[in-house]
């Protein structure tokens, strides 16, 4: 079984701060995680996922993420926030392995921009 | 390369009424799944299916039927509508790789009256 916890359901920050999103992740095998972006009124969109290589995961518009085993943590950072950046952000995890089908997320992380 | 569709975008419905909320992908996935989004519960999965002719539960499964007769398509059907089903309800599919991502579509926004 898995199970994500998403500290913070809103978070605002200023133009040109560093965003930090935390996720945690339950897991009874390795996991896989993966960070999400959803804008108003349309769907998800990967933003980066941690597989097992590489700790540090860099995506797209300049997200990275670091998975620390010892923490169970996958937070999702960037160093200077734009409002472009202001959406709804979900991290989900599931199981390495063979056979592993489902998908769970947190409840998600509103993030502001302020300019 | 369209991905995951789905149609209807906006659907309104009284209660009792059924409907077919369709889902077509055009990726080869054998992997689809339903979700349904709530305000502050992120997105809990209703049903999935590994491939066509098979289906399971997911954590939310009550109210909803599925069936999976080709590869592309994965439609979730309403029985008899109720309120609680109010909700934005998304389609995915993934790679049968666990370490594949899952495709969205853009959503079904759907109200029970």
């Known amino acids: 079984a898995q199970s994500v916890t998403q500290l913070g359901s809103h978070v605002s920050v200023s133009e040109g701060a560093l965003v930090l999103l935390r996720c945690n992740y339950s897991?009874?095998?390795?996991?896989?995680l993966f960070w999400y972006v959803q804008y108003p009124n349309q769907g998800l969109q990967l933003l980066l996922k941690?597989?097992?290589?590489?700790?540090l995961v860099k995506g797209i518009n300049g997200f990275e993420a670091e998975f620390k085993k010892s923490e169970t943590s996958f937070h999702l950072t960037k160093p200077s926030a734009h409002m472009s950046d202001a959406a709804e952000y979900f991290c989900a995890v599931t199981l390495s392995g063979a056979g592993s089908y489902q998908l769970t997320f947190g409840k998600g992380t509103k993030l502001s921009v302020i300019p | 390369n369209a991905g995951v569709t789905q149609t209807p975008k906006f659907q309104v419905l009284k209660t009792g009424q059924s409907m077919t909320l369709q889902c077509a992908q055009d990726m080869n996935h054998e992997y689809m799944s339903w979700y349904r989004q709530d305000p502050g519960m992120g997105l809990r999965l209703i049903h999935y299916s590994v491939g066509a002719g098979i289906t399971d539960q997911g954590e939310v499964p009550n109210g909803y039927n599925v069936s999976r007769s080709t590869t592309e398509d994965f439609p979730l059907r309403l029985l008899s509508a109720a309120p609680s089903q109010t909700s934005v309800y998304f389609c995915?599919?993934?790679?049968?790789?666990?370490?594949?991502?899952?495709?969205f579509g853009d959503g079904t926004r759907l109200s029970i009256l």
């Open positions: 941690y597989t097992s290589a590489a700790t």
């Open positions: 995915a599919s993934r790679d049968s790789a666990s370490n594949q991502p899952q495709h």
């Open positions: 897991s009874s095998v390795p996991p896989y």
